[in-house]
């Protein structure tokens, strides 16, 4: 497409951003009003008049005053407005080229159609517009046959598909139109932030794709009037191929252009995305052949059968020929996630299928549960509480060695698990997963994910296999109940789910004054709850933290994080005194841990993130013994020697302790105990005491709390001396974060 050059004084927009809703905090979004504003921005930059923009907005308190300030005229983004706006509002523009953007919560709701939420949403309501509305509304007479010669729509919202229990709850969403398309030529260029049952992702307070989008427009628009959005598009698809090769997103956004230079077109950018390389077509070709005999003897017939069942499942239209081809029915099935081996399901409910066929569809898109048993999965998942989801992750990491997966949000635990793909006529891993995850749990749920690991293994006509894993998962539980590890199910690696990250800044000037900030952390929810930029003594911050932590509620087994340059891992946090409401330490009432944030280079992060993937499976008499007498050279050949070692134990003196803990940070080491005052021979007994008998490594911090707890009356007990570094870096400072999915 060559660049549209006109007049950006005769461009109007409508401009939508919905961050605070109706219901709890969970709902609410920071950062949808940053987005809108951003667009808002660029399209002034280009020289769209400010009177020929329309905002509509729900904004968090916190944003409201930059709202006002870059657009004092805007409006509520309500359900009434924004019908008023878009029903009748868009009647009175006059121009070449209209834009819509929206950016707030989006869902995937019943009958597959994509909800975008209004602000009257609550936990129990979901209220929202249709999005495909859109696209009829823009070429309805609701904009006038000369009142734009084209429309550009961008949605940065999610489509993901809700849990089933509150799936239920979401209204039909509710279309802005019904009345016949009079313009069905006018051009649109519609551009998604994710794809069906997907989300969207934010980073740094601002939506992903919007940012990428922005970034894109700026640099095609920088040479003149002229605007070709099939470069920008490519470099959106660029740039997050760059992200998804990183590993830090599995977001797909996704195009769809109608009449755009006389020709109606989609580009879906995602994982099945044409145009598609030489192997992929040859297994398209072959998917196509293999549609065609499974069609049988009346094709016509059974393609309107199994496109009718599709359509339960699919989000996009079918085909319009009636009934469909084969081909139609693979390029339809290529559009939507989990879409041919959905489509070979249904086709092959009763005829065999050749491992060819099935490799086909795995290459194509790189999965293999069909629709029903993907969303299935999913909801059972967020039956689950967050521990039971990170038992299932656990069995993951211990079976398969997978370190990033997320067990916060159901779906991409799916998303990572289905990435497992299957070798041929072997049972999937991820079956092994939930069987071993049911066997030990044996809840209700348990029992819901074993009666759908059974139903996947009778379509792959594996259930044989399945029924032999499941005796080993039997004999496994036994084993884990007998060594008494069941109830430590559902604890990570540092103990708590919720966890305070505290960040001492370098001591400055006499006294050793250091300025700090403090966090709240739950997954990926992270909360700021101090921030003293003046320097304060160590009594001064033990009592701002005293009031900080009593302020929230309270549970023992939140972990307790000291982030400190390597110059301070010796301060004895863990023996703080509180004096309100009755005298007790800091590390009897939490575990508590250290963390160092130096020499964790980028060149070394792999390595650091290699042991760490250790500490999940590994027992106690994995780690490494570091003599006293060992130099800092020493030290580093020895943890180099050992780099599938999780941690070390270290006897060294205090005078000796800064280049141990240097060797150690600087060879990836996540983790280390140290005792604070005894001389070598008496620390390693001590040490040795700390440890008793082999147990889960990942107790540990817990483990070293309770010998803390028992040395409260015995001043000299060793628990009050031992110290341990303890770091997750999969658990950054939240200033590293990538944060939630709207």
Request: net charge negative; charged share 25%; aromatic share 6%.
């Amino acid at each position: 497409m060559t660049a549209v050059e006109h007049d950006w004084r005769r461009t109007h927009a409508v401009i939508v951003a919905v961050e605070r809703y109706n219901g709890s905090d969970d709902l609410n979004l920071d950062g949808p009003v940053h987005d809108a504003l951003g667009m808002r921005t660029w399209l002034t930059g280009r020289g769209v008049p400010p009177e020929n923009i329309q905002l509509l907005a729900s904004p968090m308190e916190r944003n409201r005053a930059a709202l006002e300030a870059a657009h004092p005229g805007y409006r509520p983004a309500e359900r009434a407005d924004v019908r008023k706006v878009f029903r009748d509002g868009l009647r009175e523009i006059d121009g070449d080229w209209l834009w819509i953007y929206w950016a707030g919560h989006g869902v995937q709701a019943p009958g597959g159609r994509w909800s975008l939420l209004y602000p009257e949403t609550s936990d129990t309501d979901l209220q929202g517009l249709d999005a495909d509305s859109l696209m009829d509304l823009v070429r309805t007479d609701h904009v006038h046959w000369d009142g734009a010669d084209r429309v550009t729509v961008v949605i940065d919202a999610c489509r993901r598909a809700l849990p089933l229990d509150i799936h239920e709850l979401a209204d039909t969403p509710q279309p802005l139109t019904n009345v016949t398309q009079t313009r069905s030529d006018r051009p649109v260029f519609w551009m998604r932030a994710c794809q069906a049952g997907a989300v969207a992702m934010e980073q740094d307070g601002a939506g992903r794709f919007t940012s990428v989008l922005l970034r894109q427009l700026e640099a095609a628009g920088a040479d003149g009037a002229g605007l070709d959005l099939d470069q920008v598009w490519k470099g959106v698809q660029d740039e997050f191929a760059q992200v998804r090769e990183g590993g830090s997103s599995r977001q797909y956004p996704t195009m769809h252009v109608i009449n755009w230079e006389q020709e109606e077109r989609t580009i879906r950018l995602g994982p099945s995305a044409p145009p598609l390389d030489p192997e992929k077509r040859r297994f398209r070709e072959t998917l196509v052949l293999e549609a065609s005999g499974l069609l049988g003897a009346d094709p016509a017939g059974s393609a309107a059968r199994v496109a009718a069942r599709l359509s339960e499942h699919f989000t996009t239209a079918p085909p319009a020929t009636r009934p469909p081809s084969a081909e139609e029915l693979v390029d339809w099935a290529l559009e939507n996630p989990h879409g041919t081996i959905t489509l070979l399901a249904e086709l092959s409910a009763h005829a065999p299928v050749r491992t060819e066929i099935r490799k086909a569809c795995h290459v194509l898109q790189g999965q293999w549960l069909t629709r029903a048993e993907y969303v299935e999965l999913v909801a059972l998942l967020g039956r689950l509480d967050e521990r039971g989801r990170y038992d299932v992750a656990e069995e993951a990491r211990v079976l398969f060695g997978l370190v990033d997966l997320s067990f916060h949000d159901p779906a991409l635990l799916t998303d990572a698990l289905e990435e497992l793909l299957p070798k041929p006529d072997q049972l999937p891993q991820l079956l092994r997963v939930v069987e071993r995850f049911a066997a030990v749990d044996e809840g209700a749920v348990a029992a819901d994910l074993r009666a759908w690991s059974l139903r996947c293994a009778e379509r792959l006509g594996l259930e044989g296999q399945l029924k032999e894993r499941r005796g080993e998962a039997k004999e496994y539980a036994e084993s884990v109940k007998a060594a008494g590890l069941a109830q430590e199910r559902g604890a990570p690696p540092g103990g708590g789910w919720v966890s305070i990250q505290i960040r001492l800044h370098p001591s400055s000037g006499p006294g050793q004054r250091r300025a700090y900030e403090v966090w709240t952390r739950r997954g990926e929810d992270v909360s700021s709850l101090a921030k003293v930029d003046t320097p304060a003594s160590l009594e001064e911050i033990r009592n701002g933290l005293e009031a900080v932590l009593s302020a929230q509620p309270y549970s023992p087994d939140t972990l307790v994080e000291f982030f400190v340059p390597s110059t301070d891992l010796d301060l004895a946090v863990h023996r703080w005194q509180f004096a309100q409401p009755v005298e007790r330490h800091l590390g009897t009432d939490y575990p508590v841990v250290m963390r160092c944030t130096e020499f964790r280079e980028p060149q070394r992060h792999d390595l650091w993130k290699r042991r760490w993937k250790q500490v999940g499976a590994a027992g106690t008499k994995s780690l490494r013994w570091l003599p006293g007498h060992l130099d800092c050279g020493e030290v580093y050949r020895v943890v180099q020697q050992s780099v599938d070692t999780p941690g070390a134990m270290t006897t060294t003196s205090r005078r000796a302790r800064q280049d141990v803990f240097n060797a150690c940070l600087f060879g990836g080491v996540p983790v280390l105990i140290w005792h604070g005052e005894a001389e070598p021979s008496i620390a390693e007994d001590e040490v040795r005491k700390l440890l008793g008998e082999e147990r889960p490594l990942r107790s540990l911090p817990q483990r070293l709390r309770e010998l803390r707890s028992d040395s409260d009356p015995y001043k000299s007990h060793h628990g009050r001396h031992m110290a341990l570094l303890w770091d997750d870096p999969h658990r950054p400072l939240p200033d590293q974060l990538d944060l939630s999915a709207p």
